[in-house]
Nanobody, 125 residues
């Protein structure tokens, strides 16, 4: 029932930009906090950003503050991650996931579920 489909990744040069999308279905999208998580080869999952159900509340990991912007369009059941000034260290598979509870804003990845299949972002010259 629940489905999350990420897209928008690809190869990009350092300093470039990408806009990732996550299309959700099978649940009431507007009632759940959503998160972006990334995983580089040989590393564990790294939380990147989350956004509250209505979009007013946002949080970011320190390494992407000022460069990435999370947003959502509840009318289209879509989550976005605008990535600017990309660095090689941003190279990873990027996943979206939904919070388990309605109208919650969890800080722990254990409180999220239904990760998508991910989209690859490769930053190199």
């Amino acid at each position: 029932q629940v489905q999350l489909v990420e897209s928008g990744g690809g190869p990009v040069q350092p300093g470039g930009s990408l806009r990732l999308s996550c299309v959700a279905s099978g649940f009431t999208f507007s009632t759940y906090t959503m998160t972006w998580v990334r995983q580089a080869p040989g590393q564990g999952p790294e939380w990147v950003s989350r956004i509250s159900p209505g979009g007013a509340g946002t949080s970011y990991i320190d390494s992407v503050k000022g460069r990435f912007t999370i947003s959502r369009d509840n009318a289209k059941n879509t989550l976005f991650l605008e990535m600017n000034s990309l660095k090689p260290d941003d190279t990873a598979v990027y996943y979206c996931a939904k919070a388990k509870g309605l109208y919650t804003y969890p800080a722990n990845l254990r409180d999220y579920e239904y990760w998508g299949q991910g989209t690859q972002v490769t930053v190199s010259s």
